[in-house]
T-cell receptor
Framework: GAGVSQSPSNKVTEKGKDVELRCDPISGHTALYWYRQSLGQGLEFLIY????????KSGLPSDRFSAERTGGSVSTLTIQRTQQEDSAVYLC?????????????FGPGTRLTVL | AQSVSQHNHHVILSEAASLELGCNYSYGGTVNLFWYVQYPGQHLQLLLK??????LVKGIKGFEAEFIKSKFSFNLRKPSVQWSDTAEYFCAAFTSGTYKYIFGTGTRLKVLA
């Protein structure tokens, strides 16, 4: 079946603009993660959704970042008033259920460049 | 704070050389450890994982890793690398009581043919 998909694959925006990044998880996966991959920084956890539970937003770097997951499936990560330091690859991953025993499957990422 | 450290940021090897990539974690409780690999132009994918039991874990493509609790380490090894192993490798820890994976900064491996 289809894997995790993300769109757009690349996004170039001007400083101060808002952007929306989309993630389509694997069908049936209830857990969804967002990460940010910056040069030399590894993967930084941003937010975690599990079913209908309240998301774990503890990794969001500022209140300019928000995410939602509609109908337990598609997720959108929104960055308001983008800054140059927001430039990174944003990765989405999903798993059957949250937690240890369930392997994460990663999408191809969205490369965000803020000019 | 919980963290995962990868000491080698860039490694260059010739084909058939042996590989060892270091990974150390800092967490006092139960931790489960992973290695992920990202080949050029491809998604991150799981290479191997340690949950419990035998501390020597074997993964895909001839990779293995050894969990040494006393050293807080989970180093990745391969006896003889191939050009196709050129990729970026990430060590990650999953900490009990949360659903968070903590990733290291990654090691870029380049294997020369």
């Amino acid at each position: 079946g289809a894997g995790v998909s993300q769109s757009p694959s690349n996004k170039v925006t001007e400083k101060g603009k808002d952007v929306e990044l989309r993630c389509d998880p694997i069908s049936g996966h209830t857990a969804l993660y967002w990460y940010r991959q910056s040069l030399g920084q590894g993967l930084e956890f941003l937010i975690y959704f599990q079913g209908n539970s309240a998301p774990d937003k503890s990794g969001l770097p500022s209140d300019r970042f928000s995410a939602e997951r509609t109908g337990g499936s598609v997720s959108t990560l929104t960055i308001q008033r983008t800054q140059q330091e927001d430039s990174a690859v944003y990765l989405c991953a999903s798993s059957m259920r949250g937690g240890l025993l369930n392997e994460q499957f990663f999408g191809p990422g969205t490369r965000l460049t803020v000019l | 704070a919980q963290s995962v450290s990868q000491h080698n940021h860039h490694v260059i090897l010739s084909e058939a050389a042996s590989l060892e990539l270091g990974c150390n974690y800092s967490y006092g409780g139960t931790v489960n450890l992973f290695w992920y690999v990202q080949y050029p132009g491809q998604h991150l994918q799981l290479l191997l994982k340690y949950f419990s039991g035998d501390p020597l874990v074997k993964g895909i493509k001839g990779f293995e890793a050894e969990f040494i609790k006393s050293k807080f380490s989970f180093n990745l090894r391969k006896p003889s690398v191939q050009w196709s192993d050129t990729a970026e490798y990430f060590c990650a820890a999953f900490t009990s009581g949360t659903y968070k994976y903590i990733f290291g900064t990654g090691t870029r491996l380049k294997v020369l043919a």
